[in-house]
């Protein structure tokens, strides 16, 4: 049975599938096929020839100057914008020029990179995608459809991607980014005569969402945004090639978790916690319902909104008591503003957990938000600079339970208000049973 690899498109997020082949290196999946569209197409050309030291070397090494000439990384926030301010006007001078930017580095950068005679002799098969402007005709080319020589050429055609990369000529014909045709080249990988296919997404949100559910397929897409598709920074190109990793093993049973990365072996010890979760969940269910004045019309609907956040986290019908358990440490996590980027035992996660719990300052404040019966002093909350107002709320109330002064009435503020922040508590008070 021949295994396909679909790479998606994404510039600079394409690190990410540099974590993903690791991942897969240390499984022990192979493949015999490689189908990829724009930054996919040259990852997938250094896959096709098992050449991972050389596709390491690239991503943690690139630079902006190797992609274009006066170029600016497209960061997704107005400082990184504002920090390069002196640089856009060079830029957009010779984007006007060019009809793109510069990439002239680019193109000598695949020149040295691509060992086209070394794709030919590969036993594994590679394929990308490119489309003919301004027709706009689709191109699914094989390696075997490529003429002799020119390999790099449809490359560069697969990346580029206009208007921020001119378009690509070859012969008498002009190329598009084969993003504006498909950006994740499934369909190629089962043209080329793959039978199992590992799709490899650069985007949150699937590209293909119905061959997510196929069961031939399997889907590795970011827990986590990736940023922006032309940013630069070492440290981000290795945190997202670090979070293709985890993805990979997260899908293939080696991890727990959604967005976070948690041991499997680290949950044993935590069974009685997840007892004690859904237990509180049975509780919290019952006092929602209790409060409905007709519960015949929430009959068919949900009316635990701690549950639709648990849901969110999952693709499932119906999650297990493990997944419900991690949600809602995963939205712990994220109230308390606990690193999602590392990997985590289920014990050093807890401990990170409560060193934060046990600061001086936050604990002093969240005092006087329990004095003023958890309403939430808006003075007060604009004043402290050092904590969220997700993490005052959730540790305000978590305090309380402590001091046994949480009421059902103010359950269900919570519960109405800030379901996120009753999550974290919920989760905190479950650990009580572990101690």
């Known amino acids: 049975m021949k295994r396909g690899i679909a790479l998606s498109g994404g510039g600079t997020k394409g690190s990410y599938e540099l974590g993903v ?92 990179l691509i060992e086209e005679d070394k794709i030919r002799k590969s036993k594994t098969d590679f394929g990308l995608v490119t489309v003919e402007f301004p027709s706009l005709k689709p191109c699914e080319l094989t390696k075997r459809d490529i003429p002799e020589g020119l390999m ?124 004690h979760f859904l237990y509180r969940m049975t509780e919290l269910d019952l006092l929602v319902r209790d409060e409905m004045p007709v519960k015949r019309f929430a009959k068919k609907s949900e009316f635990n909104k701690v549950h639709t956040l648990l849901a969110e986290r999952s693709e499932k019908e119906k999650m297990s008591p493990r997944e419900y358990f991690l949600a809602a440490a995963e939205i712990c996590g994220e109230v308390f503003d606990v690193d999602a980027a590392i990997e985590y035992s289920m014990e050093h996660f807890v401990e990170t957990l409560h060193k934060k719990l046990a600061d001086a300052e936050l604990r002093q404040v969240t005092e006087c938000i329990i004095a003023h019966k958890l309403r939430e002093p808006a003075g007060l909350i604009a004043e402290v600079k050092n904590f969220g107002k997700e993490m005052l709320v959730a540790a305000a109330a978590y305090y309380a339970v402590q001091q046994d002064t949480l009421t059902s009435k103010e359950i269900l503020k919570l519960h109405a208000m800030f379901p996120k922040e009753l999550t974290a508590v919920l989760f905190l008070m479950s650990l009580e049973t572990n101690r």
């Not at 690791?22 to 999946?29: D, H, M, P, V, W």
């Not at 250094?46 to 943690?60: C, N, V």
């Not at 190797?66 to 060079?90: C, F, H, K, S, V």
């Not at 949150?204 to 399997?218: G, L, Q, W």
């Open 21 to 112: 082949w690791k991942a897969l290196n240390e499984l022990g999946i192979d493949y015999q096929i490689v189908t990829g569209t724009s930054i996919g197409s040259i990852n997938g050309a250094l896959m096709a020839t098992g050449d991972y030291d050389r596709a390491y070397e690239l991503w943690s090494t690139i630079t902006m100057e190797d992609m274009m000439e006066d170029g600016i990384n497209l960061t997704d926030t107005i400082e990184g914008m504002y920090d390069q301010r002196e640089a856009i006007g060079p830029f957009l001078k010779k984007y006007v020029k060019n009809k793109g930017a510069d990439i002239s580095p680019f193109t000598a950068f695949i020149e040295t």
């Open 152 to 275: 790099k050429d449809y490359i560069l055609a697969s990346s580029a991607i206009f208007p921020l990369f001119p378009m690509h000529k070859i012969g008498e014909t002009t190329y598009l980014d084969g993003c504006y045709y498909d950006d994740l080249p499934i369909d190629l990988a089962i043209r080329m005569g793959a039978q199992q296919i590992i799709a490899v997404d650069l985007h949150t949100s699937p590209a293909h969402d119905a061959y997510a559910k196929r069961p031939y397929v399997t889907y590795i897409k970011p827990s986590r945004s990736l940023g922006t598709m032309m940013n630069f920074d070492h440290a981000l190109l290795m945190a997202n090639a670090r979070m293709g990793y985890q993805d990979t093993m997260k899908v293939y049973g080696k991890y727990y978790g959604y967005v976070y990365t948690f041991e499997k072996e680290s949950m044993e010890k935590y069974r009685r916690a997840m007892d």
